[in-house]
């Protein structure tokens, strides 16, 4: 077996504990890190021509690779230069979302919660930030990355963004910039989608001949908009098409997005709730510089990851921590490691044999403050070669 080269870069030991001998010990450190985060790297495409000559120029990804999808902001601001419109709404009034480079260190007053989401003013991330915080301000950013720095450099006080939803899955994305950075899972927030179809005022849906949104949006609504026969185009988010339609006037042009989104860009909503399943929920986390204490007089959840040395039934082993215990498992994800992709089963032979390396996401319904979970992840570390506690936070039952 290789050695564990594990160093810690943080603990948190809510209480000494009894183990599962029943001999008090204390509890064991929550973030272990084998080596350094690596940096990651935007990449931004450049605008040439109209919207449609630009669509493919950038894949979304973790998303389905067959829809291309373009940035919208660059194209809006195009649209809005070019003359002024009569739209019902001002969208200069509206707030920019932050990019990477707007993330400097500036002053602030502190008078109210300052909450940081993916996309535009009308996102249902913004929904979800707000169901979880009714009197925060909102901070719109132009990628997940900025919501996670603007958090890192206390340019807001916590991140809303989406890791589930129950039609479209995990948003890989974000369980890899979790692991990629030192914020902490403080909440959760679960949201039921409403997906509507918006245009212009005036226009009716049978006008419409392509419509555009997010690639899992446009998932969501197959039937309807196979029924319309319109042409689907994807783009980097639900309120962002919702904008574009308004900058740009195309009359021949819709958007799936929320009734919120139709409200801020003046646009009517041609048909609600037009997604082929209507129990269409999106679970959302909500990320802290700062872990919060756990208890035990609420369900509370946790959120960790691992990674486990090869061999037979080592996996097996992973998860009978938690059933030996009777700690119910909610969510089991895996992705392959980015620095060590792939693992060499035999070095001895020529042709050996290569497998992927996984992180373990896992779930489960227990508070860091039960005993179970500090003696289940006591046991876990016994044989995990990697484990960090990426929260312990209070579970959202309410829709």
């Known amino acids: 077996m290789a050695s564990k080269a594990l160093v810690v870069w943080g603990s948190y030991v809510p209480h000494v504990g009894r183990g599962d001998s029943g001999i008090w010990r204390p509890g064991f450190a929550l973030n272990w890190q084998k080596d350094s985060d690596r940096s ?32 919208l902001q660059p194209l809006v601001d195009q649209y809005e ?73 206390w340019l807001v006080d916590k991140a809303v963004l989406p890791i589930e939803n129950s039609l479209g ?72 098409a919702a904008q574009f339609v308004a900058a740009s006037g195309l009359r021949d042009t819709g958007a799936v997005a929320s009734a919120r989104a139709a409200e801020i860009y003046g646009l009517n909503i041609l048909a609600e709730k037009i997604q082929d399943d209507p129990e269409n929920i999106t679970r959302f986390l909500i990320l802290a510089r700062e872990p919060i204490i756990p208890r035990t007089d609420r369900p509370f959840k946790t959120s ?32 392959p490691q980015r620095k060590r992709p792939l693992r060499v089963v035999d070095d001895s032979n020529t042709g050996s044999a290569k ?5 373990f996401y896992i779930d489960f319904e227990a508070s860091m403050a039960d005993p179970r979970a500090q003696n289940a992840l006591g046991n876990l ?6 484990l960090r506690v990426l929260g312990s936070y209070p579970m959202d039952t309410v829709l």
């Open 169 to 240: 899955g995990s948003i890989h994305r974000n369980y890899d910039l979790l692991l990629r950075h030192r914020l902490h899972i403080v909440g959760e927030v679960q949201l039921a989608v409403n997906h509507c179809l918006l245009g212009l005022p005036g226009v009716r849906k049978e006008e419409l001949k392509r419509v555009l949104s997010h690639p899992q949006a446009l998932a969501q609504c197959e039937n309807t908009l196979s029924t319309l026969g319109v042409v689907r185009e994807s783009v980097d988010d639900t309120a962002g």
């Open 381 to 386: 570390q016994e044989f995990a070669t990697f």
């Open 355 to 359: 497998y992927f390396d996984y992180l």
């Open 40 to 71: 990651c790297k935007l990449r931004c495409c450049g605008v040439s021509g109209g919207l449609f000559a630009l669509l493919a120029t950038k894949p979304v990804e973790d998303e389905d690779p067959a829809l291309p999808t373009v940035e």
């Open 304 to 335: 960790i990851v691992f990674t486990l040395e090869e061999g037979p039934g080592v996996l097996f082993k992973a998860l009978a921590v938690f059933a030996l215990r009777e700690i119910n498992l909610t969510k089991i994800e895996s992705r």
């Open 81 to 153: 230069n070019k003359e002024p419109r009569s739209l019902q709404k001002d969208l200069n009034s509206l707030p920019r979302p932050l990019s990477i480079t707007d993330l400097s260190p500036s002053a602030r007053d502190g008078s109210k919660v300052r909450v940081a989401y993916q996309g535009v003013p009308g996102a249902y991330s913004e929904a979800a930030a707000l169901k979880a915080y009714p009197r925060c301000e909102a901070v719109p950013c132009d990628q997940f990355e900025a919501a996670f720095k603007a958090v890192e450099l």
